[in-house]
């Protein structure tokens, strides 16, 4: 069943199924009613003829994945796929991603969150973060329908994606939305890919930070979403990887990272390799450093 449009109404269910059923995939509305901090406008959202990248997306979604049941240990993962915060890499950083964690036992929830833009938001520069606590929440709170245990619930993110998904791990006792049930907003957990984190002027992301706060961004804006100095004695295990070679997002963002981690007596882990640039497109092959994440995952208890 490829190349079905999604439909992106609240009510909207949808079930896909893989060849040979493996990998069950239900796309929910990330909200029951109309998203926190939206704007009233037609929906404009495009995606490519293959699935791999989705832009303007103004209304967002989970997609869930469950591992079969003989497999399943309880832990999931909510993926947060990277585009500079101006698009979403759908495929390569998000749904296939997502079957190699079901086949590791995990649930994987792959995060379609709002693109930042003026014309969609009345704050863009909190709709991804409002997104991300969302998913959080509304995978805690449906852990018993999904047989998920509440307390192995992690967040993953690549490039921008990384970004939000540090802001995410940072920034959990700050809501940025309606909570009633007082969920914990905390991840347990953090896989950060080539992560954009900083957005100071040395090593930030120029792009992902002027399409998230504009192009004049306040001191305070700069501080608040530089995820280095937002690392707390709360804030969650994290697993890091990065190409020192990276031309895009440069290293130090996740060096930086990791030295406030250990500063703060996080447990972390970090590999940087000598090659990789952007986007790991070459190398390090896949199974790689998804080996490493898997190792970690495995020596942290996550899959047990």
């Not at 295990?237 to 130090?252: K, L, M, Q």
């Not at 972390?268 to 190792?295: C, M």
């Amino acid at each position: 069943m490829k190349g079905i449009k999604k439909c992106l109404n609240s009510t909207f269910l949808l079930f896909l199924f893989s060849v040979g059923g493996a990998f069950a995939q239900q796309e929910i509305a990330l909200y029951s009613g109309e998203s926190p901090n939206f704007k009233n406008v037609p929906d404009q959202e495009e995606i490519t003829a293959d699935g791999e990248v989705v832009r303007k997306v103004s209304r967002p979604t989970l997609t869930v994945f469950l591992p079969d049941k003989e497999k399943a240990n309880g832990s999931a993962v909510i993926i947060c796929p990277g585009g500079g915060y101006h698009a979403l890499m759908a495929k390569r950083e998000g749904s296939e991603l997502a079957k190699k964690f079901n086949e590791m036992g995990i649930a994987a929830f792959v995060l379609k969150y709002r693109l930042p833009n003026d014309e969609f938001q009345v704050d863009k520069s909190i709709a991804p973060l409002q997104d991300a606590q969302q998913a959080i929440k509304t995978v805690r709170e449906g852990s018993t329908k999904w047989h998920i245990d509440p307390d192995k619930i992690g967040i993953m993110g690549f490039s921008a994606g990384g970004h939000l998904a540090s802001t995410a791990g940072t920034q959990f006792a700050a809501p940025v939305i309606e909570n009633p049930n007082k969920t914990s907003l905390r991840p347990d957990f953090m896989i950060l890919i080539y992560p954009v984190i900083s957005f100071s002027d040395s090593i930030g992301h120029r792009g992902s930070r002027n399409f998230l706060l504009g192009e004049d961004p306040s001191v305070d804006q700069i501080r608040r979403y530089s995820g280095e100095l937002q690392v707390r004695a709360d804030t969650p295990p994290t697993f890091i990887t990065h190409g020192a070679d990276d031309t895009v997002v440069p290293v130090a963002n996740s060096l930086e990272f990791y030295l406030a981690l250990q500063r703060n007596q996080i447990s972390s882990e970090i590999h940087i390799y000598a090659k990789g640039e952007h986007g790991y497109l070459q190398t390090p092959v896949f199974d790689e450093w998804f080996g490493r994440v898997r190792n970690w995952m495995e020596s942290m208890g996550w899959t047990k």
